[in-house]
């Protein structure tokens, strides 16, 4: 038997965990949904050329083209009848995966070989679909942004009026209450809808347009008439669900396309990163704590803790996606002419994993929006250590209105302003500025009203107004508009695992 030592500097046995001996990829693994997964799988990929092929057969036999129905019909049958296995084989043969893919399509409507892949080149299967799939992938994203800002709205209504320290540079500053902070947050989500609606709606097909851009082939299988090739670009696109094409091409659909998309992508995750890390701070400050599941393990050393792990998973996704329009913006400016293929192993990288992320990312903010808990009496405690020195400008007016002399009473509360920050600093003891207000004769006219003038409530402006307004002349017109209700009571077909 191998000692100890043998074991540390020798080699995985061969028998060992056979089956796992290949790299497996996070995102997909351990963290992308069913739903988003399978927009960008094979299965969605390879059934979508063949319904291009069957768009193109189509509108090829309308305008003329000697196409039977019995070739149209058995094309039709077998979309989803793809033996990926033959598709490998005739890749493996002809070095080629879309002719691989028209033979194995080929073999399972063999009336139609003939006419499959008619005038096109591999382009018209692969671009058109990239723009199928991040069409149906944006879809789901715009969505899960709906079903996050529904769920947000709640948390923000619920605590409109609880007051809360408000922050700049980190430090205490004016106060502003917890659901007007949340909606900050939805502020930008709002944007990232938009932008994310923009963008789906204007996303044009790539069309048919042959090898260079220029048509040359489908205006050869019309005998020269430009109408009708015209007319099988504007058909194929109808078909296909698309309001239009692009007007003007290369091989491939301009990968500005690309960089549009991603930089879409890339906000909502600065959106969701910036929300996550205030949580993460204020889960810092025991003001409130992401949702905490029973027998949950917070740190395996120090069985106390309760780490903000879904809020840390949303920064930690959402700063990759952040970094994927740079690859985006090199690939667009580095095609050459009318096509080159460097563009093409980063695509297939950058493209589904932009979505496969953001897509987690959005499941991760509802699932921490639902179940955020809040403790009042902690941020309460926060209030009060910083209010009374917020206070002073309010007592000072109240102290001259009941007579006193400004200039005086001015000096007495600096004096007790330095006085109570130095306990505070320098003792580590609560702010006890008020409690030197109170003992001073000065302000003896204005002792009764103390525990008025330093009610929270008083200090937070407009934020519970501004909530109001927020949600009835952003929030709830967008939600009702697109049937926000409707979609929260659909289940979500994958949790959030921690």
Known sequence: M?????ILAGEITDDAMPDHRMYEHPLVKRYATKEMSYVWSPAMKFSSWRKLWLALATAEKELGIDITDEQI???????YNIDLEVADRYEARFRHDVMGHVHAFGDAAPSAMPIIHLGATSCYVGDNTDLLQIREALRIIRRKILRVLATMRKFAVKYKDLPTLGFTHFQPAQLTTVGKRCTIWMQDLVLDLEAVTREMDNLPMRGVKGTTGTQASFLELFDGDHAKVKELNT???DFMGFKKAIAVSGQTYTRKIDFNVLSVLSGVAQSAYKMAGDIRLLANLKEVEEPFAKGQIGSSAMAYKRNP??????CSIARYVIGLPVSAANTAANQWFERT???SAIRRIILPEGFLAVDVVLNLLENITDGLHVWPEVIRAHVMAELPFMATEVILMEGV??????????EA???HSMAAGAVVKGEGKPND?????RKDPLFESVWSKLDTLIEPSLFVGRAPEQVDDFMETEIDPLLEANGAEELLSVPSTDGVNV
Do not use: F, T, Y
Request: glycine share 4%; proline share 2%.
């Open 433 to 437: 500025l008020i409690e030197r207000i």
């Open 235 to 237: 058909k194929v696109c």
């Open 401 to 410: 209105k009941a007579g006193g002399d400004r200039q005086a009473l001015h």
């Open 73 to 79: 019909s058995e094309m039709a049958a077998n979309i």
């Open 309 to 314: 792990m879904r809020s840390e998973r949303v």
């Open 413 to 415: 509360i600096r004096v």
């Open 2 to 6: 191998a000692s100890p030592m043998d």
């Open 341 to 343: 293929l460097d563009d």
